[in-house]
């Protein structure tokens, strides 16, 4: 069975840096498209950043250019670097694994990531 784990959430001040981490187990990393989504309480859940199985990588608007998002397969861990943090990056940050060519998904249980101002 394949479980997601995120870490790295913690309490930030405006500008500082963080790296979430999303550890994937159960099956190989590579055989999935991984997502970094993000919630605040009241609103629906937000993709922020995503790559695929064959590394394409896309983020939403407002963290290009200060999140990056990398795999590392042999460690079987996705991990999202956060750059020049704004409090309105303030979240719980989640992480889901989608195997390609399937409509398998996992959900982890999120991290949170406050920034202060």
């Known amino acids: 069975q394949v479980q997601v784990v995120e870490s790295g959430g913690a309490l930030v001040q405006a500008g500082g840096s963080l790296i979430l981490s999303c550890a994937v187990s159960?099956?190989?990393?590579?055989?999935?498209?991984i997502g970094w989504y993000r919630q605040t309480p009241g609103k629906q859940r937000e993709l922020v950043a995503i790559?695929?199985?064959?590394?394409?990588?896309d983020y939403v608007d407002s963290v290009k250019g200060r999140f990056t998002i990398s795999r590392d397969n042999a460690k079987n861990t996705v991990y999202l670097q956060m750059n020049s943090l704004e409090p309105e990056d303030t979240a719980v940050y989640y992480c889901k694994a989608k195997l390609e060519r399937s409509a398998y998904n996992v959900w982890g249980q999120g991290t949170q990531v406050t920034v202060s101002s």
């Open positions: 159960g099956s190989l990393l590579r055989l999935f498209t």
């Open positions: 790559i695929t199985s064959n590394d394409n990588i």
